[in-house]
């Protein structure tokens, strides 16, 4: 074999793996509908309960210098229907007088600043004061739904023992906020709600997951400057046969409001997804040697470069095949197409917000400020790169908000 050979198999084998993380968007709506046709009922409707007891359930909650998120998110907390939790808040980097201090709410001061979630978080377990059922990780600028503590007890209850949450925008007042927020109402219908109706693994985030105490054990980071969910979620899909989503399990988060919280934000993101490749390929080829379906995905999917990276192969695909495939140019726009096509369709379904459509006109400006954060990616791998927020509002406000958007 010539190496024009090998080098032709592996452009057209490229082409193929892009071409399918394009096509899963198309898919996961394909899947909606014939549910839908079907009537079919949600999974975790149709699963016995396992357990009669009620879980117990640690919130570590890890702030870094901000502290005035945090009355608003024990408010939250405080306001749940299900009691059965003790809150651990690890106040790294605030003042030392801060207390909220109660029967269910312990404040920790590391004495030495940690400036790292990861640190935050094993420095709250060694300070538990009793052995919880399961943990859940948040963060300061959080809140959560009333009924998120009792939406995740019965998913405990019939077997799961990781549980991803379901993400709402805290503030959309904003064009990169709107943004944002599209981004996690597309992430979360392809790979978490559509993944978990068909028996697959959600992926996991950095807050708002809940996972069995004893699953943390034994996982090793190459650092604690970020990488937390990513290195997390390979370790947890390892140990359960599936992660699951709790789409009534409502967290409320800050979306970033500008091009320069984009920038930080997105850079300490894209850094720890190649942080840990190695773990994920570890991971894809250990699944398809067990034939394991459910983690062969996993695994693919989380070899996934980012969706702009995609696109951008995306249009070099369109450009190179007009010298060689007329026809195979003309399959990439349709595809191209397609793929924006179920992009909006799920941005629709997932909300009736006409300003999200409005938006749209500004994703090659949002697309631009990751390409700038994927230049500065080494920034993130030397130090602690900390979205700021600025969004003080109250569980109370949001829930009323919404009411009053209904009833118009």
């Known amino acids: 074999m010539t190496v024009v050979h090998l080098l032709k198999i592996l452009f057209i084998l490229l082409q193929i793996i892009v071409a399918a993380y394009l096509l899963v968007p198309f898919i996961a709506l394909l899947f909606r509908g ?3 046709l079907l009537h079919a009922r949600n999974k975790i409707d149709k699963m016995p309960v396992l357990f ?3 879980f117990r359930f640690h919130f570590i909650i890890t702030a870094h210098e901000e502290t005035a998120f945090l009355p608003p998110l024990l408010d939250s907390i405080r306001k749940q229907t299900y009691g059965n939790q003790v809150t651990y808040i690890v106040a790294d980097c605030c003042d030392p007088a801060l207390r909220f201090d109660d029967d269910k709410t312990i404040t920790l001061h590391p004495a030495t600043p940690l400036n790292s979630k990861i640190r935050s978080i094993e420095y709250a377990m060694a300070g538990f004061r009793s052995i919880p059922d399961a943990i859940i990780i948040l963060d300061a600028d959080n809140l959560i739904h009333p009924g998120f503590l009792a939406e995740l007890n019965t998913f405990f209850k019939k077997g799961y023992r990781v549980v991803q949450a379901n993400f709402k925008a ?4 904003t064009p990169f906020a709107r943004m944002d927020s599209m981004g996690d109402l597309y992430n979360f219908f392809v790979e978490r709600e559509m993944r978990m109706e068909a028996g697959l693994s959600s992926a996991i985030w950095g807050a708002g997951i809940a996972f069995d105490y004893n699953l943390y054990k034994g996982i090793r980071y190459k650092d604690y400057l970020g990488g937390f969910d990513k290195k997390l979620q390979v370790h947890l899909a390892s140990q359960v046969k599936q992660i699951a989503f709790a789409k009534d399990a409502i967290l409320y988060d800050e979306k970033i409001a500008d091009g320069r919280a984009l920038e ?3 850079t300490r993101w894209i ?3 190649f942080k840990y490749q190695k773990e994920n390929v570890q991971f894809l080829l250990k699944a398809i040697k067990e034939l394991n379906i459910n983690r062969i995905y996993f695994g693919f999917i989380n070899i996934r470069p980012p969706l ?3 696109l951008g192969l995306a249009l070099a695909f369109i450009v190179i095949n007009l010298f060689f495939s007329v026809n195979s140019s003309i399959a990439w726009v349709l595809l191209l197409f397609l793929f924006l096509l179920s992009f909006i369709s799920i941005i629709r379904i997932q909300s009736k917000d006409n300003r999200y459509l409005k938006t749209l006109l500004n994703i090659p400006q949002f697309i631009f ?3 700038l954060a994927t230049l500065k990616i080494k920034k993130a791998s030397k130090s ?3 979205t700021t927020h600025t969004q003080v509002i109250y569980i109370n406000d949001i829930l009323e908000k919404k009411t009053t958007s209904q009833g118009l």
């Open 271 to 273: 850094s720890s997804q």
């Open 170 to 173: 805290k503030n959309t007042d």
């Open 34 to 36: 014939i549910r839908q």
């Open 384 to 386: 602690f790169l900390k």
């Open 264 to 266: 930080k934000q997105r």
């Open 308 to 310: 702009f990276i995609l």
């Open 369 to 371: 400020r990751q390409v």
């Open 52 to 54: 009669e007891k009620d």
